[in-house]
Structure formats: structure tokens, C-alpha cells
């Protein structure tokens, strides 16, 4: 970020434009811009921190997104309380697995694009342009991705056209795919998207929904080493966020132990967790 | 062989800034104000799409007079700025001096350069802080003189007469209410010689308020909120042009007054951004 020697904006902020951030970093400060750095070849995957499960739902009226506490470097618990889930806006959120370091300057980048394009033009987005623009970023990330730094963040949002919640995942390319219901990105996914398909329901309510991507994660955690479980010791519990019409909300922590709480009661009887019926 | 004309250089600055100013004085009013909770800004403005008013940053916010296309470059340039210097610093190291210096050098290299026209535009940067002895309002003008102002400042169009009114009727702490409508009756005051009663669809109103949950302090006013809140601050709504001075002046007190048991039950609509359903707090 330099100035002239007048100490004049540079010109680059006087030039008619774009309402993009990334774009306009892209031409005046590329260096600031995730992905533009060169790696050399090695594999870095297990050299750096990664984040590790998510989980979305929607409810009739909105949508959940969870997520665990634990980052792993290779075989070590680099973090126990690291976020991975974040409003990217008042009525979206954000969440990513993988490289931490990427995904948390991602998510800050991703952040103010859509700040900045709200201020500039006086009017956000539409949710289909703003799962648009996360792709656009993913895939500035693609060199590191094939070197064991990918990031795949899961974006959801409340869209106003359609009154409800809807969910959107990535791959490391930037493809972007709308899901339906329900989704799971990280290591423990597919034991999360498992559980989800035994527990969800179309007309959860907003604490249900919550409930039932905490009970996803912490199956996920009963199986795959890297997703952290709901730490009963020091009270680390997952992030839980949740978009509806009035916005962006965290989950209050209590909420969230209560429910924690309760699970956890429950699985001293059935260690598995809740059984779905069978044969219906 | 010609010779060129000599012009002194004290000439070349005057003609360049009663070029200025003159476009300026063209224009209509903005006044911004600090009242108890923050800083209010209404500006005189038949558009609903092209504002006077805008937010820069969570703090901070950006108010112009003169030609829309050369301030809404102006403040587009202060968005990147801002949002460049919070995504590379953090968001708490955004700051109004910065900015306010960043476009008075700007302002100033443009005026003195014999190659560009002197921009004909006036503008405000303002930042609240945690009190109102945080505040702060920099104003700025066409050659980049800056300013740092207390309390209210007026620019664009009738603004010497416009500041008068405002300065015999201002009071620190004021209410929102009770600012908004000093800022609207001085708006109508602008020394022409009937007081003209400015209707809602003719002024843009924004705030910066420091009581808002949300780490983006700005937020607009919509045109049925301040329609609500101009007629609850004036009983009798009985606009003539004779009654010019008399009802504004007895208004000042009751309005302060006014709006603390009507403030409660208000239903305040938030105008985005961002939009914010819980922030139905009093005006």
C-alpha cells in the first residue's frame, strides 16, 4: 500500500471500476491476494495446520452451519479452539476445511468483497452471486491446492427470493455446487454426512436442525481421528451459526453446551448416539 | 515569437477557487451533527439513488456537496482505502485522520496543479468514537484546507445562512430527534425570504450511531421513519409561510423533551447496511 510523495491516492483508487476488492487488489496490490506465491514442489500437507469438519442444514426459514474445534498438523492436535465458521455477511456464512492459514485469509478476504461491493454499490449481492465470488477465490487458490494446501469452504445463506436457507460446497478447482438439505466438508465428512441422513428432517425447528449437526459432528469425531469431539474437560464445543431472515447469529455458548450436554447424557446410554427408526 | 500573458500566481488561485466555489454554491445543503449517540447527517437531496451520504468504514462515514461524479469518485476512492488498510492492518487501525489526510493532499495536489480543473466539491469525513468527545467531523474543501469541526458543519449551496440557524439552535447532547429536526428547519432556512418546509421525499438522512450492536455504525434513515419522527417533534402540523420563525422556535424545547417517552415504543425500520431487524432502538 504505497502513497505517491505528495501523499496523494494513488491513482488506482481515483479510476473509475469495478465493485470488486479482489479485483481491484489484483491490480494495484497482487501481493496482498491469497495464491499468488510460489511453493516450489514439495507436498506441505502435513507441515501446516488443517481445519477439518463441517456441517450445514437448512430448516424451514434459514440455515445451520457447525462446525469442530480441533486443527491438525499431520499426527498432532495443532488447535483445539480454532473457528472455521464465520458470517461472511448479515445473511450468510462461511465455513472451511483444510489449510488454516489459507482458509482464515480466505474467509477475511471473502469477508470484505462482499463488504465492499454492499458499500460501493449501495445493495448486496444476491446469494448466487456471492457463492459465485467465493469460487472466483477458490480457484486463485489452485497451485496450492495440489500441493496438499487446498481449502474447501462450505458457504450458505439466507436468500430472500425464496424465503429459506440454502447451502453451497466447493471443490479444490472452484466448482461450486448447490446442495440440497444437508452437506458435510473435511476429513470427517462422510461419517457426518452419514449421521445427517439418519437425523435430519425437513421440518426441524431452528434448535433441532443445531442439534441434529452436533449430534453429525460428534459422530464424526467417533470416527476420524482429526475431528476434535466436543471437549467435556475444557468446555470447547463446536462453533454453531445460524442465518435466518434477521441475519447472521452465533449460536450463545450456553446454547450450545446444553445441547452438548444433553447429547452427551444420552450417548453414556447409547455411546452411538440417537437411533433413527427402522423400516419406516 | 509570442509571449504568453503573465498571470500572478495570487490570481491564478483566486479565479481557480471562485471557480470552485462557485459550483458549490450552486448546489443544495448537507449538515452533519453530533447529537448524544453519534453524528447525524441530512442533506438536501431529491434523489433517492445518488447520495450525499455514505458509509465509508465501521465508523465512519463520508457527506459531499458539489458534482456527484467527482465526490462519489472521491468517496469510492475512500471505501478502497479503507477496506485495503483494514484488510491489510485490522479493522480497529481504520481511521478518519488517515483518511481526511489522504483526501485534503489529494484535494490540495489537484487544486495547485495547472493541468486539472479544481474539483467543485466540498466534503466531510466523519468517525465517532466511544463518547462524544471522540467524535470527530474533518471538513474539507476544494483546495484542500482541512478542518477539524466541532459540533455541526454545514457546506453546499446557501451554507453561511444555513450555519447560522444551525449555530442559534444547537446544543451539545442534543437528541436524535430534536437534531434532526433543527437540521431540517435549517435546511428550510437558507435565506431566501420565505422559510421553506422541507417534505421527507427531499432529504437523505443517515446516521452514525455508536449504541448499534453491529460493528457498522452507519445506517440509513428511511423516508417513513423521519416522516414519523418529523411529525411526532411538530404537533401541529400546520405548514404556512407566515408562520415562519414562531413555531420553530417553540419547538426546540419540546422536542427534546418529546422524544423520550415517544422514543420507546417506535418501530424503527432499519435501512440497510446492514440491514438489522433487532436494532429497532429509539430515534
Known sequence: MTFDASGRLPEAFLTPGGSSFMDFLAGHAPDLLPGRRSLGSADYSNDVPHGTTIVAATFPGGVVMAGDRRATMGNIIAQRDIEKVFPADEYSAVAFAGSAGFGLEMVRLFQVELEHYEKLEGTTLSLDGKANRLSALIRGNLAMAMQGLAVVPLFAGYDEDIKGGRIFSYDPTGGRYEETHFHSVGSGSLFARGALKKLYREDLSAADCATVAIQSLIDAADDDSATGGPDMLRRIFPVVGVVTADGYQRLPEDDVADIVDRAWAERHNRPDGPASATLT | ?283
Open chain 2, 1 to 283: 515569437m509570442s509571449v504568453p500573458f503573465y498571470v500572478s500566481p495570487e490570481q491564478l488561485m483566486r479565479d481557480r477557487a471562485d471557480f470552485a466555489r462557485k459550483g458549490i454554491a450552486k448546489g443544495r445543503s448537507a449538515i452533519a451533527l453530533q447529537y448524544a449517540d453519534g453524528i447525524l447527517f441530512v442533506a438536501e437531496n431529491r434523489s433517492p439513488a445518488l447520495h450525499k451520504v455514505a458509509e465509508i468504514y465501521d465508523r465512519m462515514a463520508f457527506a459531499a456537496v458539489g458534482r456527484y461524479n467527482e465526490f462519489e469518485n472521491l468517496r469510492i476512492a475512500g471505501v478502497r482505502l479503507a477496506d485495503m488498510r483494514g484488510y491489510s492492518y485490522d479493522r480497529r487501525d481504520v481511521t478518519g485522520r488517515a483518511l481526511a489526510n489522504a483526501y485534503a493532499q489529494t484535494l490540495g495536489a489537484i487544486f495547485s496543479s495547472g493541468g486539472e480543473k479544481p474539483l467543485e466539491v466540498e466534503i466531510l469525513v466523519a468517525e465517532i468514537g466511544a463518547t462524544a468527545a471522540d467524535d470527530q467531523i474533518y471538513r474539507l474543501t476544494y483546495d484542500g484546507s482541512i478542518a477539524d469541526v466541532r459540533g455541526y458543519a454545514v457546506m453546499g449551496g446557501p451554507a453561511e445562512q444555513v450555519a447560522d440557524y444551525v449555530g442559534e439552535h444547537y446544543q451539545e447532547g442534543i437528541s436524535l430527534a430534536g437534531a434532526l429536526r433543527l437540521a431540517v428547519d435549517a435546511l428550510g432556512h437558507d435565506g431566501s425570504s420565505d422559510v421553506r418546509e422541507l417534505t421527507p421525499d427531499q432529504i437523505e438522512v443517515a446516521v452514525l450511531d455508536r449504541t448499534r450492536t453491529q460493528v457498522r455504525k452507519f445506517k440509513r434513515i428511511s423516508e417513513e421513519t423521519l416522516a414519523r419522527i418529523l411529525s411526532e417533534s411538530r404537533p401541529d402540523t400546520t405548514p404556512s409561510e407566515s408562520a415562519a420563525e414562531a413555531p420553530v422556535e417553540a419547538d426546540a424545547t419540546p422536542t427534546a423533551a418529546d422524544d423520550s417517552p415517544e422514543a420507546s415504543p417506535a418501530d424503527d425500520v432499519p435501512v440497510a447496511p446492514p440491514e438489522d431487524p433487532d436494532d429497532d432502538r429509539p430515534l
